[in-house]
């Protein structure tokens, strides 16, 4: 469901990148490929029967009732929401890969497809970190304080848009899918172990000035 919000992700957020060429370009890029995921996903809910073409449409309906806004006011902000949303998307499809591989007969076609997606997911994240990484040397208060206001408060895109929205939290978090502990123990202290920081510096005090970014 939250990918198809995806003409508000690169609407809203091209305007503020539309400058640098390299990071208009890659925004785009990464919404191509964001678009294939959902595609992929809506086909595989087609032919399985796991849905008819009249719930996709009244699906698509509902979403588009509501329009999604930038979590981040800044570039900064939103490349540091970008990394983080990313390891937890890929979170959420390993996860279900995992429990539809456990049973017995599963889902063969499904199972490859989140195989597929979980391995973009990641190289979304692994380019965002290294973003971030550089963010941290450029120009790091501002950095921390945007880490410190994302990963502190982080909450997966769009999920609170629709009717059902903590119906369907519930089950995820139910099937152990996505969840606070996962999220820590799987997001947030990977993300903190990879850029060499520690609660300490999300806790620090950092002076307020204009970033540069």
Do not use: C
Not at 110 to 126: F, M, N, Q, W, Y
Not at 166 to 183: P, W, Y
Request: hydrophobic residues 40%.
């Amino acid at each position: 469901v939250v990918e198809s919000y995806l003409p508000d992700y690169i609407a809203k957020a091209l305007p503020m990148i539309r400058k640098n060429r390299g990071w208009a370009w890659f925004h785009a890029n990464w919404g191509y490929e964001e678009s294939k995921h959902s595609l992929a996903m809506r086909d595989w809910l087609l032919k399985s029967g796991a849905r008819t073409e009249e719930e996709m449409a009244d699906l698509d309906d509902r979403t588009f009732e509501y329009e999604w806004n930038l979590p981040e006011d800044s570039p900064q902000g939103m490349v540091v929401y970008a990394m983080t949303q990313e390891l937890a998307t890929w979170l959420h499809y390993r996860n279900l890969k995992a429990l539809i591989d456990a049973h017995g007969r599963g889902d063969p076609a499904l199972s490859k497809l989140l195989g597929l997606i979980t391995v973009d997911e990641r190289a979304h994240h692994s380019f965002y970190r290294r973003l971030v990484q550089l963010f941290l040397e450029l120009d790091r208060p501002a950095t921390l304080e945007a880490l410190r206001r994302v990963i502190l408060g982080f909450k997966m895109p769009a999920v609170h848009l629709l009717a059902d929205s903590q119906q369907r939290v519930a089950q995820i978090g139910k099937l152990n899918i996505f969840n606070e502990e996962l999220f820590v123990r799987d997001v947030y202290k990977p993300i903190m172990d990879s850029l060499g920081l520690t609660s300490k510096d999300l806790r620090r005090t950092q002076p307020q000035r204009k970033s540069v970014f």
